[in-house]
């Protein structure tokens, strides 16, 4: 079946350091895939998506590259905010009729000032 | 912007009991799903909804789950007998799509069974 693995965290940065979190996917044809963000105390929010190979997401300075060759989508950020704190989900849904998501771990990372 | 919405936001019930826990999805949207997280634990799916039935679910959801559209705008997670285990939080969510495209969540539903 399909599965999601992320780096393990929890990651601790300080601010304006460079962000990079780690995401693979195993899954049947070509999915979607997403990062979602959980702020304490919240629920999960888009945070950017990629629904091809080399596609590229983009928000509030987060990119990810849709790679095929290496079936990864990781997370980075040049310059890490306090605001950022909070924990990563890399996801993919199957192009499938189900729209079922699947999860990794999750990542939490903590920015100090 | 259009949300997702959850209540309550927090549930506590005794072991045994029935709980209902409710969704308000985006009006126009068409599939609809509930995941869960237990604490600490990634976000599990449990069930698919279109079309007025279930579409997919995952092994966690048994007889002891249901869903419901019970009107044009509720989505409502019923677990029959609840366990210690099934405490966790409850995120509805749904799109209008389905395959391939983001979810919309709501702020989830914290339940603790005692």
């Known amino acids: 079946g399909d599965s999601v693995t992320q780096m393990e965290g929890p990651v601790t940065l300080s601010e304006e350091a460079f962000l990079t979190i780690n995401c693979t996917y195993t899954a049947t044809g070509y999915p979607s895939l997403f990062w979602y963000v959980q702020y304490p105390g919240e629920g999960l929010q888009l945070l950017l998506k990629a629904t091809k190979a080399d596609d590229k997401g983009s928000n509030k300075g987060f990119e990810a590259t849709y790679r095929k060759e290496t079936t990864s989508f990781h997370l980075e950020k040049g310059s890490v905010q306090v605001s950022d704190s909070a924990v990563y989900f890399c996801?993919?849904?199957?192009?499938?009729?189900?729209?079922?998501?699947?999860f990794g771990d999750g990542t939490t990372l903590t920015v100090k000032p | 912007e259009p949300e997702v919405t959850q209540t309550p936001s927090h549930q506590v019930t005794q072991m045994g009991q029935e709980v209902i826990l409710r969704c308000v999805p985006i009006?126009?949207?068409?599939?609809f799903y509930w995941y869960r997280q237990i604490l600490g634990q990634k976000v599990e799916f449990l069930v698919s909804?279109?079309?007025?039935?279930?579409?997919?679910k995952s092994e966690i959801f048994d007889d002891q789950f249901s869903v419901e559209r019970p009107d044009g705008s509720n989505f409502t997670l019923k677990i029959r007998s609840t366990k210690l285990e099934d405490s966790a939080m409850y995120f509805c969510a749904s799109n209008l799509q389905g395959a391939g495209e983001k979810l919309f969540f709501g702020s989830g539903t914290q339940l603790s069974v005692l």
């Open positions: 909804f279109y079309n007025n039935e279930i579409s997919e």
């Open positions: 009006s126009n949207h068409l599939y």
């Open positions: 996801a993919l849904t199957p192009n499938t009729n189900a729209g079922k998501s699947t």
